[in-house]
């Protein structure tokens, strides 16, 4: 079974610390994303990737950077977290070529409270 | 540009009440069209999609058909249950989005039992 996997489900951070959230594809994806959900707000693009060390800003990258050094490793990092950056955050994958026919594959989430 | 307008929540029902949740769409072309649900706590799962005009996509009871002359995909269920609720996201694919998906903003559905 195909997976996309996200190191930590529930996360609690300080203000001002560097926060690293993790997502692993088993499916040699090339292109990789990053969302925050927001009640209200619907998914956010903040970051995506469509190869190793290749990245593009999204909708709300402000506040967030990300590193590829692997195909199926894509992280996002807080570099200095706020309480505003709480949040869902949701990692995806697709291999490109086939969002058409096959969308995106999600991770199960992160839930990030930055206190 | 491409969007997705969807139908605000929450929608409450009963138990075995019909469900539609609207979605219409713009974009150029022809895009693919896909509904994702999201339990609680979870990420999205893809429920259905459709890649051209009249199809339809079903899974799980859920139905959706791609009507390009309203350019609509609203997703059906026939009798809901408990279990059904959930965020769901109507979503495309356009032909010149590249690899993006261009997303709605959800709709919570609650079932009452």
């Known amino acids: 079974d195909v997976k996309v996997t996200q190191s930590s489900r529930y996360l609690v951070k300080r203000t001002g610390e560097k926060v690293f959230l993790e997502c692993v594809q088993d499916?040699?994806?090339?292109?990789m994303f990053w969302y925050r959900q927001d009640p209200g707000l619907g998914l956010r693009l903040i970051y995506f990737?469509?190869?190793?060390?290749?990245?593009e800003k999204g909708d709300i990258p402000e506040g967030y950077s990300v590193s590829r050094e692997k195909k199926e490793r894509f992280s996002l990092i807080l570099e200095s977290a706020s309480t505003n950056q709480t949040s869902m955050y949701l990692c995806?994958?697709?291999?490109?070529?086939?969002?058409?026919?096959?969308?995106?594959?999600f991770g199960s989430g992160t839930r990030l409270t930055v206190v | 540009g491409n969007s997705v307008t969807q139908m605000e929540g929450p929608v409450t029902l009963s138990e075995e009440a019909f469900l539609t949740i609207n979605c219409t769409y713009t974009?150029?072309?022809?895009?693919?069209l896909f509904w994702y649900v999201q339990y609680p706590g979870e990420g999205l799962q893809l429920l259905l999609k459709?890649?051209?005009a009249d199809d339809k996509g079903s899974n799980k009871g859920f139905e959706a058909t791609y009507r390009k002359e309203t350019t609509s995909f609203h997703l059906e269920k026939g009798s809901v249950q408990v279990s059904d609720s959930a965020v769901y996201f109507c979503?495309?694919?356009?032909?010149?989005?590249?690899?993006?998906?261009?997303w709605g903003a959800g709709t919570k559905l609650i079932i009452k039992p």
């Open positions: 459709a890649t051209k």
């Open positions: 995806a994958s697709s291999r490109p070529g086939t969002e058409r026919s096959a969308g995106y594959t």
């Open positions: 974009a150029t072309g022809y895009p693919s």
């Open positions: 979503a495309l694919s356009a032909t010149d989005s590249n690899y993006q998906l261009i």
């Open positions: 990737s469509y190869d190793v060390k290749m990245k």
């Open positions: 499916m040699d994806h090339e292109n």
